[in-house]
């Protein structure tokens, strides 16, 4: 059976040049990614993605988001970069990579709008990724709305992937995170809030075309069910520094209603009852299969492997399997 996995992470090799000249060295979570070979080697990818029987990436960058560090310019010459390596890769191995996602900078939203535009437009792009914050701002921020009222024009889907970093401290009384909980809580916690913004800024009622595929299975929000559903129904009774009612009454279906417009991935790093969860949520049509290579011990392998396993193992029909394999992909990104 086909198989598209629709977020997997690289650094094409200019991209990767220019990063290294903006950024002048990688630490904490970048280093990590620098040091998986399958992220800058393609013959260490290829060798991966033959193990597995009719299996094909979707190409997309690895974070720092484009417009991390730097000005306006080197932010705009970052993303291109990144859209025509993975252009370049996906004309040159289509059996291996039918699209990619273009990484806009979402700091400057016109070149964002524009670069949308050419790489969907002239590069075959099947959307783009932006990230749950934008230099500390909320989606939701009025200036970034041209932005996904481009791309549903253009009729095609927004990633989101999570941003936070260990400068987001677990309490007020310190200044960064430990442990490393702003990766395993903080990143969905942050998927989540960005769902949220969207859904009560009256993004959905505003542009209904918008799709947007949320990384990791959903985060939060299908574990949450019953406070999304019934508790947030009730917005505004725990709120006595501002009404919140009259918005409940402005939205046009109830708050949970919006979350289900949502797609997922299956992204879960092997977690059966994460993804049976989410597809009790969000349906059988609004979710795709992704790995989330190459991040996992192994550098690439595992994480395919242990979805594929878990995919495998679901109590569904064949013609459900192959939605989540590749039907849905095919539908939602424009893949033939």
């Given at each position: 059976?086909?198989?598209?996995?629709?977020?997997t992470?690289?650094?094409?090799?200019?991209?990767h040049?220019l990063?290294?000249k903006?950024?002048g060295q990688m630490?904490?979570?970048?280093?990590r990614?620098?040091?998986?070979?399958?992220?800058?080697?393609l013959?260490v990818?290829?060798?991966?993605?033959?193990?597995?029987d009719?299996?094909?990436?979707?190409l997309?960058?690895?974070?720092?988001?484009?417009d991390?560090?730097?000005?306006?310019?080197?932010?705009?010459?970052?993303?291109?970069a990144g859209?025509?390596?993975?252009?370049?890769?996906?004309?040159?191995?289509?059996?291996?990579?039918p699209?990619?996602?273009?990484?806009?900078?979402?700091?400057?939203?016109e070149?964002?709008?524009?670069?949308?535009?050419?790489?969907?437009?002239?590069?075959?792009?099947?959307?783009?990724?932006i990230?749950t914050?934008?230099n500390g701002?909320?989606?939701?921020?009025?200036?970034?709305?041209?932005?996904?009222?481009?791309?549903?024009?253009?009729g095609?889907p927004?990633?989101?992937?999570?941003a936070?970093?260990?400068?987001?401290?677990?309490?007020?009384?310190?200044?960064?995170?430990?442990?490393?909980?702003?990766?395993?809580?903080?990143?969905?916690?942050?998927s989540?809030?960005?769902?949220?913004?969207?859904?009560?800024?009256?993004?959905?009622d505003e542009?209904?075309?918008?799709?947007?595929?949320?990384?990791?299975?959903?985060?939060?929000?299908?574990f949450?069910?019953?406070?999304?559903?019934?508790?947030w129904?009730?917005?505004?009774?725990?709120?006595?520094s501002?009404?919140?009612?009259?918005?409940?009454?402005?939205?046009?279906?109830?708050?949970?209603d919006?979350?289900?417009?949502f797609y997922?991935?299956?992204?879960t790093?092997?977690?059966?009852?994460?993804l049976?969860c989410?597809l009790?949520?969000?349906?059988i049509?609004h979710?795709?299969?992704?790995?989330?290579?190459?991040?996992d011990?192994?550098?690439?392998?595992?994480?395919?492997?242990?979805?594929l396993?878990v995919?495998?193992?679901?109590?569904?029909?064949?013609?459900?399997?192959?939605?989540?394999?590749?039907?849905?992909?095919?539908?939602?990104?424009?893949?033939k």
């Amino acid at each position: 059976m086909r198989k598209i996995d629709i977020f997997t992470h690289i650094w094409p090799k200019r991209f990767h040049e220019l990063l290294l000249k903006q950024t002048g060295q990688m630490k904490d979570m970048h280093r990590r990614s620098e040091a998986v070979p399958m992220m800058t080697n393609l013959d260490v990818r290829f060798k991966v993605m033959d193990s597995f029987d009719e299996y094909q990436q979707i190409l997309s960058l690895a974070s720092p988001p484009p417009d991390a560090v730097g000005a306006r310019e080197a932010w705009r010459e970052l993303s291109r970069a990144g859209s025509d390596g993975m252009a370049e890769l996906c004309q040159k191995y289509p059996d291996r990579f039918p699209s990619f996602i273009a990484s806009v900078a979402m700091r400057d939203p016109e070149g964002a709008v524009e670069e949308s535009r050419r790489a969907i437009k002239e590069l075959g792009a099947c959307g783009i990724q932006i990230y749950t914050n934008v230099n500390g701002k909320p989606l939701d921020a009025p200036e970034f709305r041209p932005v996904f009222k481009a791309v549903a024009e253009l009729g095609k889907p927004i990633w989101i992937h999570p941003a936070r970093t260990a400068s987001f401290p677990d309490y007020q009384t310190e200044s960064e995170s430990l442990y490393e909980i702003w990766w395993t809580f903080g990143w969905p916690y942050e998927s989540s809030a960005a769902q949220a913004r969207i859904v009560f800024s009256k993004m959905f009622d505003e542009i209904p075309n918008l799709k947007i595929i949320i990384h990791h299975a959903g985060a939060m929000i299908p574990f949450f069910e019953g406070r999304v559903g019934p508790g947030w129904d009730q917005l505004g009774a725990r709120t006595s520094s501002r009404d919140y009612k009259p918005l409940l009454k402005e939205l046009k279906h109830r708050p949970l209603d919006y979350f289900k417009m949502f797609y997922a991935d299956t992204a879960t790093f092997g977690s059966k009852s994460a993804l049976v969860c989410a597809l009790d949520f969000y349906g059988i049509d609004h979710v795709l299969f992704a790995s989330d290579a190459p991040f996992d011990p192994e550098g690439g392998p595992m994480y395919i492997r242990e979805t594929l396993r878990v995919i495998d193992s679901l109590d569904i029909s064949k013609a459900d399997r192959e939605k989540l394999y590749y039907k849905n992909a095919c539908r939602l990104l424009g893949i033939k």
